[in-house]
């Protein structure tokens, strides 16, 4: 049985606090999952490749104050805490594990399964890990694994990446790294975020969102039909299907940006909804992307859990116009993120809670924008570089798509990350194909109907 937050944390924490919301739903399903003798492993990585000879301790001073600053990669959830309590574990003085691999030219799942990201364990720890597995004395990998209950993905990823080479630079030339101050910390935004999300404020978040999703429990937003028993949250290996931008499409990018003030993540989100208008026949569309809220708490420099999802369905007449379709996303979006504070997982289990007693997420895609990959960096001899992880993910979001705009000097594509046990190649390249030519149709007729999307 639950017990008081005293109890449970009396002799223990080095500070505590109520988990934000955007955590303690995670933590009761991670609770319920335990009880019927189940792991759940959801978690975020970072990989660099250190080609040169690495300063091991060096390496470790760097992780240790990286640890140390940002209290959510030494918090856990113990169990006994009713309500879900967040206890901040003293800082250690060593973080970093070493192995060596065992082949003189290992595969990265091979480097991967010489970490201990299976160790991370959210109620007693570790909630992150950091592993780097040696191959030679001038090739080593790094693998930073977080549960993502702590952190968010590519926010909180990047923030200890340039961290990480502040500090290693530094400490190999014996001075500490002049890092910014820490203005506030992530129990004192979980308290702040609870205190604006008062009961009155609730009400009004539900209250509108009512509006902006369908009345019943939504199906699949897709056409492409996943295929029969693929219906879990979890659903297995995924493949990556890439549609490249014509170049020719560049100057009327701009163009498109600047006549309907919209950014690239507006225009691709309605490109994609109108090729879902076309596949699907009418029936209304949806699609989920993440939302941010460390700016109106000043937690820009923070790592921890600030992201959460958001959601946007639409049901356009058959007569609905690119240009009609692109100024009701963009309006939509806008309002998605000032209604951001409530978390997704409860707004959706209010509406639809026979549906979704445990899963957090409508089946719609999700889409997102990619920003290029982390820098590259040097610190004397040692060269640092990320590593891709992309072509090894499994399909956590069901139905199982995962859409992203990658834009790179210039150049930019579309790739769908999809369950292959769920939906065909072929199907998920239409998607994006179509998605292209909304684009097109977007700069030659904007007046053409979304929903005839491929024909002539």
Sequence with gaps: MPVTDQNALQGFADHSYRVSALQEHGVLQERDIRAEGRRQHDQVQLVLRFDGPVDHEALNRSLTTIVGRHQPLRTIFPNQCDPPMAVVTPPQTSYLVVAEAESAAPELDEILGLGHQDSIDIQSGPTACFDLVVVTEVESYLIISIDHLAADGVASLRLIAAELESCYRAEVTGRRAALPALAVSYG??????????????????????????PPDVPEPSLALAPRPGATGDELGAAEV??????????????????????????????????AQQTIAGGDGVGAMFPVDIRSPYGAENLVGRFSD????????????????????????????????????????????????????????????????????????????????????????????????????QGLARLECQYATAAYPADGVRRLLTLAVEYVRRLADRPDSLTGQLGTA
């Excluded at 004192?188 to 999703?213: C, I, K, M, Q």
């Excluded at 560049?250 to 309605?270: E, H, K, P």
């Excluded at 240009?323 to 707004?347: C, K, M």
């Design 309 to 408: 999802l958001s959601v946007i369905w639409i049901e356009p007449p058959p007569d609905t116009t690119a240009e009609q379709l692109l100024t009701e996303v963009r309006a939509r979006i806008l309002r998605s993120h000032a209604l951001a504070d409530l978390p997704l997982g409860e707004i959706v289990r209010t509406y639809y809670p026979q549906a979704y007693g445990r899963s957090r997420f409508p089946p719609y895609l999700f889409f997102s924008v990619r920003q290029p990959d982390l820098r590259e960096w040097t610190a004397g001899a040692l060269r640092v570089a990320p590593v891709d992880l992309a072509q090894r993910s499994r399909i956590h979001l069901h139905p199982g798509l995962k859409v992203s705009l990658v834009t790179n």
């Design 188 to 213: 004192d935004f979980a308290t702040a975020h609870r205190r604006r999300l008062g009961p009155e404020n609730r009400r009004r978040l539900v209250a509108e969102w009512r509006g902006r999703l």
């Design 241 to 274: 299907e890439v549609v490249e931008l014509p170049r020719s499409l560049d100057d009327r990018l701009r163009d498109i940006r600047g006549s309907y003030r919209v950014t690239n993540f507006q225009l691709f989100m309605a490109a994609l909804l109108g």
